[in-house]
């Protein structure tokens, strides 16, 4: 099964915390699936703590390692049915919807996402 990552993972892999981040490194190995707005929200968290120079770094490194997901009208509307029967950020809804469309497991330490009784998606907890 393909792997998907949130941007809770890409962080950890960035920080190097273990045991996300040598998860992380091979699941790039093989090309992981991710969307950008999830990819967008490492942008800002990285610009944020290190500037934009820095930020824009990360994104051009990374973004090759990735199937990067441009949410079409049809995503945007799954990650909107995830957000409303779930409480979870919107950016979140958008890695579930993207590893559901994918059929792929949604690689996260994200305790939101995690932590939902409810969840009827395939996951990895990187926390583990």
């Known amino acids: 099964m393909t792997d998907c990552l949130d941007s809770w993972a890409i962080l950890r892999w960035l920080e190097g915390e273990e045991p996300a981040?040598?998860?992380v490194e091979r699941s790039l190995e093989t090309r992981p699936v991710m969307s950008w707005i999830n990819l967008g929200e490492v942008y800002y968290?990285?610009?944020r703590a290190t500037g934009a120079d820095?930020?824009?770094a990360v994104i051009n490194d990374v973004r090759h390692r990735l199937?990067?997901?441009l949410p079409t009208e049809v995503r945007v509307l799954e990650a909107a049915a995830v957000k409303a029967k779930h409480a979870l950020a919107y950016a979140d809804a958008f890695a579930i919807a993207t590893a559901v469309a994918h059929r792929a497991n949604l690689l996260t330490g994200d305790p939101e996402i995690l932590d939902d009784a409810d969840r009827t998606w395939p996951v990895v907890d990187l926390r583990a």
């Open 21 to 23: 981040a040598g998860r």
């Open 67 to 69: 199937h990067l997901d």
């Open 54 to 56: 820095r930020a824009r």
């Open 45 to 47: 968290v990285v610009h």
